[in-house]
């Protein structure tokens, strides 16, 4: 998902072209205003930690894209890919290392495993907006 910042900072094509030109599949995007409750919802398992109320309210402050992304270890590489928590502990050359600088405007989340991805697939999307179809292997795409 990309967050409130990377989306009113322009990073929508910027986040989304580096999972299609690493090869992952979109199955599923949309761009949602999500209530305080879907944001509460999303980062249930926070709900103990400090910044929880700070972490919604700016969840639900402005739209996100909400994505599905498929491919080989989608989950492991999307994570390595995004970066550390802490922009400022991210490699260079990782989302939040080369976009960002503060935690709080971390500009992406990605599942941290394929049981969370699961269970936040079914808390964004319905059945019917998750596209299934293969990659054309036409020697024009590449
Ligand atoms: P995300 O869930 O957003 O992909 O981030 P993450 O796994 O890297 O980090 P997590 O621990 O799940 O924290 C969720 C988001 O909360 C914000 N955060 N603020 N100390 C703080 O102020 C603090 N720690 C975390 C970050 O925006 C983080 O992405």
Not at 32 to 48: C, G, I, T
Not at 50 to 74: K, N
Not at 75 to 90: C, E, F, Y
């Amino acid at each position: 998902m990309i967050k409130p910042d990377g989306v009113q900072r322009g990073l929508v094509s910027e986040i989304i072209g580096r999972f299609e030109r690493r090869g992952y599949r979109l199955v599923a995007m949309k761009l949602v205003q999500p209530s305080k409750q879907l944001a509460e919802q999303h980062y249930d398992d926070l709900r103990e930690r400090s910044f929880f109320p700070v972490l919604t309210d700016f969840l639900s402050s402005s739209p996100v894209v909400a994505m599905v992304w498929s491919g080989e270890d989608i989950v492991v590489q999307g994570r390595a890919m995004i970066g550390a928590t802490n922009p400022l502990k991210s490699a260079p050359g990782t989302i939040r290392g080369d976009l960002a600088i503060v935690t709080g405007k971390n500009i992406i989340h990605g599942s941290d495993s394929v049981e969370s991805a699961e269970k936040e697939i079914a808390l964004w999307f319905n059945d019917d907006e998750l596209c299934t179809y293969e990659k054309c292997t036409e020697t024009w795409i590449y």
